[in-house]
């Protein structure tokens, strides 16, 4: 399974984006799913999670500005972003714990990373 990101793209600085992630397959089951990013030079720091039941966790940075959501019948995660900053520029990847068949170990997924690119 590979959890396939889409949305990213150059904007200006105070403009919006909105960041979608997808299984490549139905799976079973998933947990805790949420956004990364890395900049160039950096390591990958998280951006926000948010559990199956909805509670949700965000990088200081990002708080009331990004919104993560998700749903649990299209086991899709989101990632509203207002208020783009230049420092918001990176790769952005998605993430899931989860189970691709009945029985298999719960483990972490990744997608490919979706570029964004903020000019001040």
């Known amino acids: 399974v590979q959890l396939q990101a889409s949305g990213g793209g150059s904007v200006q600085a105070g403009e919006s984006l909105r960041l979608s992630c997808v299984p490549s397959?139905?799976?079973?089951?998933?947990?805790?799913m949420g956004w990364y990013r890395q900049a160039p030079g950096n390591q990958r720091e998280l951006v926000a999670h948010?559990?199956?039941?909805?509670?949700?966790n965000y990088a200081d940075s990002v708080k009331g500005r990004f919104t993560i959501s998700r749903d649990n019948a299209e086991n899709s995660i989101y990632l509203q972003m207002d208020s783009l900053k230049s420092e918001d520029t990176a790769v952005y990847y998605c993430?899931?714990?989860?189970?691709?068949?009945?029985?298999?170990?719960?483990?972490?997924?990744w997608g490919q990373g979706t570029l964004v690119t903020v000019s001040s």
């Open positions: 397959k139905r799976m079973f089951y998933i947990g805790r």
């Open positions: 948010i559990t199956r039941r909805g509670n949700t």
């Open positions: 993430n899931a714990a989860g189970t691709e068949y009945y029985g298999a170990s719960e483990r972490d997924y």
